[in-house]
């Protein structure tokens, strides 16, 4: 009995033996940490582009404004925005001089008085010159009554003076009553105009425009500020007009950024409704800025940056005058760099870092930042091509530990 029973018992404590060291193998297992799975990428070389962006609109570079050259009456303008003009070919407006204001009774009385006393002073003034031609015709006579009698010496030399000073003074007096008779008259037209009324008269049935208003350019109408017909001022304005293909855009930028831009850098038009991006270079940029509030309310610098479009019309014929869009303006174009996102990039003790991951672990690497863009920035010092890198780093990693490839 007690030879069988010693090998039931070893086989038993070997039994626990092995349950103990199997848990304890399991305990051990469970302590050990799992490795972090991570975004891990590749520091590469490539070009990087840096722009500064804008939101502005679109205007003509030319446009043209008429105005009324009189004040008048302007028949209905038949044009429409959008209507294709030849420069001094179509008629943009019809005039006509206005007709002058009704008078009430008091004013046509005094009018009425006005031209009385012009008729009569004019009936004086015939009169005085009446006068004064038939004391010249006896002058006259008297003149060459001296002449005969100073021929024969029964006059002397300083009567026959006195006669031809007296006749030329009687010349000039004549004429002065003549001049002073056209006075009169041209006061009683005078007088006559000012009582005259309205009356009708019917502009719409007159072949051709009393005074026509031309377009000035070839191009198209682009508003009309005056339809109807009515009586109006002088200086007041009725169409604009401009050339389409003469479009430009406005950017307004904040001027923290405009510093950065130079006449003749390439630029991009996007969001303007069309399904490609337009090419544009900047012309202008403005010397002096202006105050804006944004939409939080806050005051901004901002510059007018103008830019040239430089695709063809056929690719932007369906923009107009003052429509929205937004520019993307490149400012540096960096070839053949180091990058990274810059969601691997962070601050630590005030320098830029990024985690490293080297066999697996990670490294803490501070790195040196050049230009950068919305994307990536540029890596001048720090790391070297084919690294890994952690993108989006979060506080659950720490420097030494495992990691692996987020699958």
């Known amino acids: 009995m007690l030879k069988n029973k010693m090998p039931y018992e070893g086989v038993k404590r070997l039994a626990k033996i092995t349950l103990a060291f199997i848990a304890v193998a399991l305990l051990?297992?469970?302590?050990?940490?799992?490795?972090?799975?991570?975004d891990l990428i590749?520091?590469?070389?490539g070009n990087l582009t840096v722009s500064v962006e804008g939101e502005g609109k679109t205007r003509i570079h030319d446009v043209y404004t008429i105005y009324t050259p009189i004040k008048g009456r302007v028949t209905r303008i038949e044009s429409n925005a959008g209507d294709s003009v030849t420069a001094g070919k179509t008629i943009i407006a019809n005039m006509y001089p206005a007709n002058p204001a009704f008078l009430d009774k008091r004013s046509e009385i005094q009018a009425k008085a006005d031209i009385n006393g012009a008729e009569a002073a004019l009936d004086l003034a015939s009169s005085k010159v009446r006068q004064a031609q038939a004391k010249l015709e006896l002058d006259q006579s008297e003149y060459k009554r001296a002449q005969k009698l100073f021929k024969t010496n029964m006059v002397s030399t300083a009567e026959l003076e006195r006669a031809e000073i007296k006749l030329t003074m009687q010349k000039a007096e004549k004429d002065t009553f003549i001049a002073n008779k056209a006075l009169m008259e041209s006061r009683l037209k005078a007088a006559q105009a000012k009582s005259i009324q309205p009356e009708f008269t019917d502009y719409i049935q007159s072949e051709t425009c009393q005074i026509c208003i031309y377009s000035p350019v070839d191009g198209h109408v682009l508003r009309i500020l005056h339809k109807s017909e009515s009586i109006i001022p002088v200086g007041t304005a009725l169409v604009e007009i401009g050339d389409l293909k003469d479009l430009e855009i406005n950017i307004e930028?904040?001027?923290?950024?405009?510093?950065?831009v130079n006449v003749g850098d390439k630029a991009f038009i996007k969001r303007w409704g069309g399904t490609e991006d337009l090419a544009a270079?900047?012309?202008?940029?403005?010397?002096?800025?202006?105050?804006?509030?944004?939409?939080?309310?806050v005051e901004e610098q901002r510059v007018n940056v103008i830019l040239s479009l430089t695709d063809t019309y056929e690719k932007w014929q369906s923009l107009g005058d003052a429509f929205r869009v937004e520019a993307e303006?490149?400012?540096?174009?960096?070839k053949s760099i180091i990058k990274v996102p810059l969601s691997a990039l962070f601050r630590q003790n005030g320098e830029w870092s990024v985690l490293k991951v080297i066999d697996g672990k990670v490294v803490l690497?501070?790195?040196?930042?050049?230009?950068?863009?919305?994307l990536f920035a540029e890596i001048t010092k720090g790391l070297a091509v084919g690294e890994?890198?952690?993108?989006?780093?979060?506080?659950?990693?720490?420097v030494g530990m495992k990691v692996i490839q987020r699958l």
Not at 42 to 45: I, W
Not at 285 to 297: R, V, Y
Request: glycine share 4%; proline share 4%.
């Open 28 to 38: 051990i297992f469970a302590f050990i940490p799992e490795k972090l799975a991570v």
């Open 42 to 45: 590749s520091v590469e070389k």
């Open 253 to 260: 930028m904040l001027s923290t950024n405009a510093v950065k």
């Open 281 to 297: 270079r900047v012309k202008v940029i403005e010397p002096s800025g202006f105050t804006k509030i944004s939409a939080l309310g």
């Open 329 to 334: 303006i490149v400012i540096d174009d960096i």
């Open 365 to 374: 690497q501070v790195v040196m930042v050049g230009k950068r863009n919305n």
């Open 388 to 398: 890994q890198v952690i993108i989006h780093p979060n506080n659950s990693i720490e």
